[in-house]
């Protein structure tokens, strides 16, 4: 399965700032998932990033909000703009891969953001 | 629209006992696959194991393995022999393929959170 190097792992930023989480893959994949899990909670999909167009977002996440990069396919960045505490959140960037014709997912390390 | 339910927040398992995660999930869909993601305090998400739906046979994978009952839509978790390794948050998910567009997609249950009490 594929590698993910996520970064930063974590970080604590002020209200009305951005913060841009990247997601370095080592192999070429199609697809690219980013995921917010919020404190104690599940993992909410935020977007699917394709290479070469834009990316989807899920209902409830927008594009200005939730500006994603996917430039190549094995790298691709998240920036949660504006930011409140709200948004204080694990982010899991993921691919899937075949395997016996299941996709299944991998997952990096996730970047904990703290919003103050 | 799928969902996936994780009846139990919480379990706790002595070492070396048996332990059973519930996981129950909704859709009209047949053509789908059923995970167990595993996420220790580390973070990092690991597949535990898989289960297609058109197959009858339970999976297994080492100590792991499933109750598979498609049509109450049930899909359990069984940790034998637990180790103290095995503390971690654990997420059922579902995932069916989007034919129309080569995509597919993953919905996750809310977790149980399992300890391994030596």
């Known amino acids: 399965s594929a590698v993910i190097s996520q970064k930063p792992s974590r970080d604590i930023c002020q209200r009305g700032t951005s913060l841009t989480i990247q997601c370095q893959v080592d192999?070429?994949?199609?697809?690219m998932f980013w995921y917010r899990q919020q404190p104690g909670q599940s993992l909410t999909l935020i977007a699917t990033?394709?290479?070469?167009?834009?990316?989807?977002?899920e209902s409830g996440f927008v594009i200005d909000k939730f500006p994603i990069s996917r430039p190549n396919l094995t790298f691709s960045t998240l920036t949660v703009s504006n930011l409140s505490p709200e948004d204080s959140s694990i982010y899991l960037c993921?691919?899937?891969?075949?395997?016996?014709?299941?996709?299944?997912?991998?997952f990096g390390a996730g970047s904990r953001l703290t919003v103050l | 629209a799928q969902t996936v339910t994780q009846s139990q927040p919480e379990m706790s398992v002595q070492e070396a006992e048996t332990v059973t995660l519930s996981c129950t999930y909704d859709?009209?869909?047949?053509?789908?696959?059923l995970f167990w993601y595993k996420q220790p305090p580390s973070r990092q998400m690991i597949l535990v194991i898989r289960?297609?739906?058109?197959?009858?046979q339970n999976a297994t994978e080492n100590r792991f393995s499933v109750n598979f009952q498609k049509a109450a839509k049930s899909f359990s978790l069984k940790i034998s022999d637990s180790q103290l390794g095995d503390t971690a948050m654990y997420f059922c998910?579902?995932?069916?393929?989007?034919?129309?567009?080569?995509?597919?997609?993953?919905?996750f249950g809310t977790g149980t959170r399992l300890k391994v009490l030596a």
């Open positions: 859709t009209s869909e047949n053509n789908y696959y």
């Open positions: 998910a579902f995932m069916n393929p989007i034919s129309t567009s080569g995509t597919y997609k993953y919905i």
């Open positions: 993921s691919v899937g891969g075949r395997t016996y014709g299941a996709n299944v997912l991998t």
């Open positions: 289960q297609e739906a058109y197959k009858q």
């Open positions: 192999s070429q994949v199609t697809m």
């Open positions: 990033a394709n290479q070469g167009s834009e990316a989807t977002y």
